[in-house]
């Protein structure tokens, strides 16, 4: 009892102390932001402390603090929602009741949690594909993919290019009287993450390159090489998403080797052979001058880290490293960037590269945004911000589906 009233005592002194930092002027519903900023801080410092101590992983504290939002497969009046496998990866289904004039959309959701954490049946991300359902009179698929560090990359991605290629079956889709020209891909965060790249392996597919309509990225993150863009420097310590949780995170679905999170704070991670590859990262050439400011870029230094890790110069983990002649397939595209986000250059960043070859690009960037606020739209704190992008990609999708 001692230990746990320490430990209580201890998180209340923390959350005290990052309740009042320093926040930007224009966020919405500043207290609530400061109140889930406090709380991400907390967590990284016990989960930290754990680790150092030996009771659990660092991060442990975070995936098991997921599970307590995840909800069971309840069907309503509307929307008949299934439990059940896909290519032996367990999926979510949303199927309307009501029996279509025509054939149904359909979205495949990929949801967040750098790679280590979350499930698309977390409440926020259930009630978001339930309207989804409702609203369009579509077919939602939630993918459950493998998590890190158990299963490292490229587990997730393989299982979401299973999920999605099983789906986009000629008999799958009649057994849910899909069309197959009305399919979009989504996916928020790093969910967004792997959603660009089974769009980009799709789309590039001659079997499954016309099933793809479109893809929706919400505040996605694109690329891990340069560790010291403007968003990233602006935005280390939040709100929300802080730069040295992020980095050991998904540090983590590379390796489990912390000389690679230390380098990769310094932005000394990347091999001498990605040096060709930062032409296609290089924000003094693809920022808009607004979020340039007074930044000055500097090459990131390669070959400082010893061991070699081949996923950090694959494309499949970064889909920002592509070549303009795979993004010039890719379908129409719907992109939101929030500006006190750490991850908002990355989307900005592809956003000029894929306009650049000619891909139509519809882009919702929120002044006031933080990062994940789709993920704040249940339980005790809720932003009203996450109603607001979510409101704002269905409205998206009624129009462009």
Sequence with gaps: MGYKSLCFGFSCILFAYFLYSPIPENIEEPWKVRYLDATVKVVSYMATLFENIGLMKYEKLFSTSSVFYITQAVSDENVTVIDTYFSNIPVR????????????????????????????????????????????????????????????FPAALDDCVSVTKFFLQDKVLAKYRVDPTRICIMGDSSGGTLAATVTQLLRNDPEFRNRI?????????????????PSHREYAHGPILIREV????????????????????????????????????????FLPEKYKKNHVYTAPVLGKLNASYPALVDSRLFPLLVNDSQLQNLPLTYIVTCEHDLLRDDGLIYITRLRNVGVQVIHDHIEEGVHGAISFTTGSVVLQLGFKIRSRYIRWLEENL
């Design 93 to 152: 289904l949303y199927v309307p009741k009501r029996k279509p004039e025509r054939k149904r959309p359909a979205v495949i959701y990929i949801h967040g949690g750098m790679f280590l954490f979350g499930s698309c049946k977390i409440k926020a991300y259930d009630n978001m594909n339930r309207l989804t359902s409702n609203k369009l009179g579509a077919v939602v698929l939630g993918i459950n993919y493998r998590l890190a560090p158990k299963y490292p």
């Design 213 to 229: 309509k479109a893809q929706a990225l919400i505040y996605p993150g694109l690329q891990m090489i340069d560790t010291f863009l």
């Design 246 to 285: 992020m980095l050991k995170l998904l540090s983590l679905y590379v390796a489990n080797d912390s000389s690679l999170i230390q380098a990769s704070l310094r932005n000394e991670h990347m091999p001498e052979e990605s040096r060709h590859l930062f032409k296609f990262v290089n924000w003094s050439d």
